[in-house]
């Protein structure tokens, strides 16, 4: 029954504001009769001044951006791109399959430096390097 009070309530402050407004009353006596300050008076009869005003501005048509459907949207635009992205993945198997290749194989991540700072070199003997391009080495003839 208070929700029913209230737009009695409304209308009764909307009567007075208007009453005012038109000329037939005082803003005291208005504020009297309304039981309220002047000071309250003058509050509401501004914020139904600014609500008028508002209500007389041209709406804007169509759907109104907010920030739940831009979410909505960009959600919708990740799953059909996801979907596109694993077709796309699956086309791509199938012509590896096809052409019989080999699937590529993924880098290894780098290591990390140490809490020391520099990174330690994987050591490289050369040599031993050499000699598999070289083949064997030579047999020693001792000559000299």
Excluded: F, N, W
Aim: hydrophobic share 35%.
């Amino acid at each position: 029954m208070a929700k029913a009070e209230r737009v009695t309530d409304g209308r009764r402050v909307a009567v007075g504001l208007l009453e005012v407004l038109a000329g037939v009353k005082t803003p005291a006596s208005a504020s009297a009769e309304l039981g309220i300050s002047l000071t309250h008076y003058y509050h509401l009869e501004a914020r139904a001044l600014g609500a008028l005003v508002a209500a007389c501005e041209p709406r804007t048509r169509g759907r109104q951006a907010t920030p739940e459907r831009r979410v909505a949207e960009l959600e919708k635009d990740r799953a059909r791109l996801e979907k596109e992205l694993a077709r796309q993945q699956a086309l791509t198997r199938a012509a590896q399959r096809s052409l019989e290749l080999k699937r590529p194989v993924p880098a290894r991540p780098r290591e990390k430096p140490k809490a020391g700072g520099r990174r330690q070199r994987r050591p490289v003997v050369r040599a031993l390097e050499a000699t598999k391009l070289l083949g064997s080495p030579p047999e020693a003839t001792g000559e000299g």
